[in-house]
């Protein structure tokens, strides 16, 4: 059972390293994000749409 949970405890901690490490729409040379689109879409400061999945609020 212990096992278990620190299986566990290391698939989170390492998810929550990817995010940290810059895996969010509009990263890298796009230069962060701009605005959200009416239907939900990132668009990014160069003008471009992001291709994330993710749904902008």
Same mark, same amino acid.
């Given at each position: 059972m212990? @096992?278990?949970?620190?299986v566990l405890l290391c698939s989170l !901690? !390492?998810?929550?390293?990817?995010?940290?490490?810059?895996?969010k729409p509009c990263s890298g040379s796009k230069g962060g994000i701009?605005?959200?689109?009416?239907?939900? @879409?990132?668009?990014c400061n160069d003008g471009s749409l992001s291709k994330s999945k993710k749904?902008?609020?």
């Open positions: 212990p @096992k278990i949970i620190l !901690l !390492l998810t929550a390293h990817a995010d940290a490490r810059g895996r701009s605005h959200c689109t009416p239907d939900g @879409k990132f668009v749904y902008c609020r």
